[in-house]
C-alpha cells in the first residue's frame, strides 16, 4: 500500500514538472448563495484592511457578489455590488490559463488548516511606473467558496497583496 502511494506521488510530481497541464479550479458553477470569504490585506498601503465577498446571487447566466470594504478597526467603510456574467468569468480563467508563466499545485494554511491550490503566476503585457514588468500570483483552491481564491500576490504596490483569513459556506 504504502508504494503504491509513493509511487502515484512520484508520477504526479514528475507530471507537474514535466509540463503537464495542471486545472485551475473554477468553482463558481458550484457556488451557493450565502457563501462569503473574508480576506486581509497583506501589502501596500491598505495592509490591514479587509475585503468580505459574499456571493448574493447566482443562476445561470450571471452571479452577484457584494463586497465589504473594512478598515483596520473592523468597520465597514464601502459596500459595492457586482453582476458578473456567468460566460466572462469562465472566459477570464481560460484566459487566465494561457498567460500563466507557470502553473503549479502547492498547499497554503489558513489558520491552522492546510488546503491544496494551484499557484498561477502570470506576467502582465504591461509595465509598472518603473518600467519593470508586472507580475502577479494567486494560489486557487476548489475546497474554497466562490471563485476558490486563497491568496494573491502583486508586484505592483497598486495592487495590494491579499490572503483568505476566514471563510463560509
Known amino acids: 500500500m504504502m508504494r503504491t502511494f509513493v509511487l502515484a506521488l512520484?508520477?504526479?510530481?514528475?507530471?507537474?514538472?514535466?509540463?503537464v497541464a495542471?486545472?485551475?479550479?473554477?468553482?463558481?458553477g458550484s457556488a451557493k448563495?450565502?457563501?462569503?470569504?473574508?480576506?486581509?490585506?497583506?501589502?501596500?498601503?491598505?495592509?490591514?484592511?479587509?475585503?468580505?465577498?459574499?456571493?448574493?446571487a447566482i443562476d445561470g447566466e450571471s452571479f452577484t457578489i457584494t463586497r465589504e470594504h473594512i478598515d483596520a478597526s473592523g468597520a465597514v467603510i464601502e459596500t459595492k455590488e457586482h453582476t458578473i456574467p456567468?460566460?466572462?468569468?469562465?472566459?477570464?480563467?481560460?484566459g487566465m490559463a494561457s498567460r500563466a508563466k507557470e502553473i503549479t499545485e502547492?498547499?497554503?494554511f489558513i489558520g491552522e488548516k492546510e488546503y491544496p491550490v494551484v499557484a498561477v503566476?502570470?506576467?502582465?503585457?504591461?509595465k509598472d511606473e518603473n518600467g519593470n514588468d508586472r507580475e502577479f500570483k494567486m494560489w486557487i483552491s476548489?475546497?474554497?467558496?466562490?471563485g476558490g481564491v486563497a491568496k494573491t500576490w502583486s508586484s505592483d504596490v497598486r495592487f495590494?497583496?491579499?490572503?483568505?483569513?476566514?471563510?463560509g459556506f
Open 10 to 19: 512520484c508520477a504526479a510530481l514528475l507530471a507537474v514538472s514535466a509540463g
Open 22 to 28: 495542471v486545472d485551475i479550479p473554477n468553482r463558481i
Open 33 to 56: 448563495v450565502g457563501e462569503w470569504v473574508l480576506m486581509e490585506d497583506v501589502s501596500g498601503e491598505e495592509s490591514g484592511e479587509a475585503t468580505k465577498v459574499t456571493l448574493t
Open 86 to 94: 456567468l460566460a466572462d468569468y469562465n472566459r477570464r480563467m481560460e
Open 106 to 108: 502547492e498547499f497554503v
Open 121 to 126: 503566476h502570470i506576467v502582465s503585457d504591461t
Open 142 to 146: 476548489a475546497d474554497l467558496p466562490i
Open 160 to 167: 495590494p497583496s491579499a490572503e483568505v483569513v476566514d471563510f
